[in-house]
């Protein structure tokens, strides 16, 4: 049986549990928390982030890895694309929403509410420059992207698509509203996502926000 270690707050362990529900793959959660990571995290997740995962006496680090992983055992339902440009392109938006799209929107989580559970209080003029400077070029690209899609790459509901929504959720958890006046492409396209059974599931389970 697959572990997930991780708190499911995190928008990297949301990534690994979409692909699991997605797939239908029976899994457990171990909801430990990074803030500090306990000690035994360490043998299975070596720079002490969360998710990892045990799968028996297997074990791997980062979401990307772990959902790769996921979508080779169970290939039912591949959550990555098979034409080898769109692969190329799902690994592309996955490993950009990981890293960038996580500045503009993970970035205000973080500052607002996980800063909190370190005992530190939110600094909301990093959270101000976030939504005034980093926001802007990041939110443009993704809405060019999306144009009026329902899926990044062709017809198929894909990693791309889970990692760029997971990023959303998180800033939604933050308190801010979807961007709807600037970016309509973007704000129908994480409503969409969102009413998925995987995600809605997941987001009416956590103390943030409740979804119809
Ligand atoms: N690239 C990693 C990022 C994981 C990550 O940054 N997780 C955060 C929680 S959302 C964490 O564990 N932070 C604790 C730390 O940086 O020490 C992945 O995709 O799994």
Redesign the pocket.
């Known amino acids: 049986m697959i572990t997930i270690h991780g708190s499911p707050v995190?928008?990297?362990v949301r990534k690994t549990l979409v692909c699991l529900i997605e797939k239908g793959v029976d899994y457990d959660l171990n909801p430990i928390s990074?803030?500090p990571a306990p000690e035994s995290h360490l043998k299975i997740s070596p720079l002490?982030?969360?998710?990892a995962m045990t799968d028996g006496d297997f074990a791997l680090?980062?979401?990307?890895a772990i959902c790769g992983y996921i979508d080779r055992k169970h290939p039912e339902k591949p959550m990555f694309p098979t034409d080898v440009e769109d692969y190329g392109r799902a690994l592309w938006f996955q490993i950009w929403a990981?890293n960038e799209l996580a500045k503009a929107t993970?970035g205000l989580f973080f500052n607002r509410i996980a800063v909190r559970m370190m005992k530190r209080e939110p600094d909301e003029a990093v959270i101000a420059k976030i939504i005034s400077d980093v926001q802007p070029p990041i939110f443009n690209y993704i809405e060019a992207e999306i144009g009026d899609k329902e899926f990044l790459l062709g017809d198929q509901f894909s990693i791309a698509d889970i990692a760029i929504t997971c990023q959303f959720v998180q800033m939604m958890y933050s308190g801010e509203a979807l961007p709807e006046a600037s970016h309509p492409n973007i704000t129908r396209y994480i409503n969409t996502h969102t009413q998925r059974a995987s995600f809605k599931g997941l987001i009416n389970a956590d103390p943030f926000m409740k979804i119809e």
């Open positions: 995190s928008p990297f990074p803030f002490g982030k969360i998710p680090a980062d979401s990307a990981d993970a």
